[in-house]
Every structure is written in C-alpha cells, then in structure tokens.
C-alpha cells in the first residue's frame, strides 16, 4: 500500500473527497486508455515471495524487525505478521535464461537471509501457511509494526462491527473468532507480475483466471491451520474469511466479499478498476495533492494514488495494477494464486508453468473464457483448493468439440497444457533447456501425484503412526519440511515421513 500512513482515523469528509478523487482517477484511467498512452510491451515479469520465521523448534518466531535488520537488504520488506517477510525480485524480461537466472538470484538472496535469521534462531521457511502456527500467534500484538498495517487492521475492524469469524471445514473443521485481521498474516503466497499493453490485458487476465486452479492444484500447499488439517490449499478460504468485513447480514444479501474470485469475463482493464469502485467502499481514504485531471491536461501522467491504494485492498486472486515507471504507465496482472514454496525450484518450475500457459491462452484463436463458463472457473478453483493434485476439474473437450467435461488435473496437464505451456515459453523465447526443464518439475509432479501439500499430509499422518501427538508431529513435520526446503531437490523427489526415529518428540 506504498508509504507509511499514521493511523489518526478519518473524518466523514475524508470518505467523500477520497470517493470523488476516485471517480476523478477512473475517468483519467479512461482517457490514457482512450489515447493509448501507456508503455510499449518489454516483455517484464516479476516475482514476490512472502516468507515465514521459524525456529530450529519448528515455531514461529515474532521477530521480523530484527532479522530484517540483520539482513539490511532492500529486498526484503516486512509483511503483515511479525512472522512474516516478503522478498521482491527485480523485473525481468521473460526470455533467454530466466528462469534459471531467477532461480539463481532466489538461492543467493534467500540463503544469505535465512543465515542471517539463523544468527537468532529465526530461519527462513518457505511455505503456503506454518503448520506450528496456533490462534494465540494472530492476534494483533503480533501486527508488524508499521503504521499501515495498524491502520488497516483498524479500518477493516470498524467497517465489520464485529470479531471475525472462521469456518473452514475440510478433512476436519476449524471454528474460531479474532478480534482482529491477524489470522490473514497466515498465508504467505507468491505473486506473479506480468506487464502487458492494454490491448492485451483482458485476454491475459480471462487467461488468468481460467487456469487460477489448475495453478492451486498442482501447487497446493497450505493443509494446516491452527492444528487443523483443512482443504490442500487452506490460504483462500482464511484470506476471504480473515478480510471479510461484511456482517452476516449483508453477506446473507449477496453483498460481495473483498477477497473475490470474480463473476464475469473481462473486455478490458477497465471493468476491474470500475468494478472496485463500484462494489466496494473504501478502507483507507487518503487523498495526495495531484489533481490527476490537471497533470493529464498538461501533458504530463498522474500516478492515481487513491486508484492504487483502493485496487490494493480488494484481493483478487488475479489482480490489476497500475503503475507509473520512468515516467510512463504500465498495466500489470498480478497472479497471486500460489502459495510459497516448497522450493526455489518448485517457485519457478510454477512461474514457467504459468507464464507460458498465460500466453498460449491469451494468443489462442478460440480462447478458453470463450468456452468455459465463469461460474465454472469458479467452482473449479475451490474444488482445487479442496482436493489439491487430486482433483478434478470441469475444462472444455479438447480439439474441435463443444461442451464441457470432468478430468482429472493431472491428466488435463501432462496430456493438454504442458503442451501449451512449452508453447507459449517458445513464444516468450525462453531458453529449451531451461523451458524443459522447469515444466519437467510440473510434469513429474503430475506423475507421482505429490506436491507441497500432500508431502505434508503424507508425513504428519506418518509422524502420527509413529506416536507423536498432533502438536509434535506438526512440528516435526515443520523441521523436516524446513530441512529439504534448504537443501532444494523438487518437492516431487522428498521421501515421505521425518528423517530418522526420534525426529520428533512424543506429545
């Protein structure tokens, strides 16, 4: 959300100027797309990582103030949690040997920060959400201190009136309230950016969102909460319950949650900036100096801060952004469907899966939003979400036919979009060797039928076997995890289970 903002609370008058500097920053959005204003296509993608602490116990530790001291890097922020860290990647261009340059750059940066968290017994873990993390952990004591988050976290209380609620239930059921947002500082995901022109960006974004649970499927790997073992991805449903500051009544009304899917194919950037004006009030209505109407007249490009700040609290799983670099603007798409990890090598064996399959899709002459129904994209993503490598998804009949069919993940993949995906990396002009091997790690992934989450499963459920009670089998599953994650073979290529006898205490 940008600059620090102090948390003074807001005037009535602040929510009606912000609404209409919004309005102002909608209609001058229109006219940059009308006159086509914005960059020229440079092929730029870029990578986040959200990060937990954790130490040699497998707990999590609160202490993202010092550790990103000791790391004394500008590429590593602070998240929500006090467990939490984010990691920021430089843009790249999507071509050559990317791959394994990123891939390169994330073991550089993330062992140099892992020792330096080490130093205080606080390493890195990479992972969709800490299984030792318990309710007592969230709450909000444990808010980074930055007065963004502090604000946030105020704003969103007052619009609920309420404590909020969760209710997960998947192979058990977790029930419980907080009083604040802090249950949301649980999921640490990865985000993918992809700068596209404005006329490419519908496409891009349907694309996106057609294949947002193919993506949580084959990189599921959140099953825990709070001692709980919940869907295979259990990120979506605590982010949508954790930010949902409509009552009961006005969801029972069909009022639209922050944390949104979506309800419709797109036809440009537009429709998503318009809808979030539209369907949601704003958190934080902080108003900067620019009249965006005046710098556009005179020539110059607004930077439509309360645009950005308002698109930055309506989480979509497939987001847009707008940006001004170096003078000019940018529309970007936001993919932040995945979660962290397992490994630097299964981060970028799932960018190159998407990248490529994002192209292939967006370039198609029958496109697949044309084909797929939206609610159907829908519910396939919570079905991924549910059943992780295991589900199965409604997709369009391949080749020429019409209608649409049940398959399995795995087999949609290895026979339909690994194809695809190869495709649209030669169309990138992504390395062979580099584009072969990262969708081989998705392919193999595919095969086995193992991913971050049912390796975590597979080794609590064994832990169990072996005696351990459910808070020390979630802990020794954690060290293990935490343990392969730094030695950085594929997740598909983990053995099942703790290391050795005695990797974990008996509850």
Known sequence: MGEKVEADGFALSDRQKYRRK????????GRLLAEKRFDRPKNLMGLEIELNLAGSDGMPRMMNGEVLARIASRDFQTELGMFNLEVNI???????????????ELRAGLGYAHRKADEVDAGIVMIGILPTLTQDDTVSANLSDVGRYTLLNDQMVAARGEDFALDIEGVERLTCRSASITPEAACTSVQ????????RFAGVWNAAQAIASVQVALGANAPFLFGRELWRESRPPLFLQATDVRPPELAAQGVRPRTWFGERWIDSAYDLF??????????LPICDDEDPLRTLDDGGVPGLSELALHNGTVYRWNRPVYEVADGVPHLRVENRVLPAGPTVTDVIANAAFYYGLVRALADDTRPVWKRLPFETAAANFETACRHGIDAELRWPRPGRGTGITTVPVVKLVRDELLPLAAAGLDAWQVE???RDFYLGVIEERCKLRVNGASWQVDTYHRAREEGLGREAALAATTRRYSELMHRGEPVHTWPAGLSAPGAGDPA
């Open 274 to 283: 318009a809808e979030n004006l539209r369907y949601f009030p704003p958190l």
């Open 22 to 29: 919004l309005q102002q920053c909608l209609a001058v959005l």
């Open 192 to 199: 993918l950016h992809l700068q596209v022109t404005p006329e």
């Open 432 to 434: 062979p060797a580099d």
């Open 90 to 104: 430089a843009p790249h261009r999507l071509e050559g040997r990317v791959l394994d340059q990123l891939a390169e």
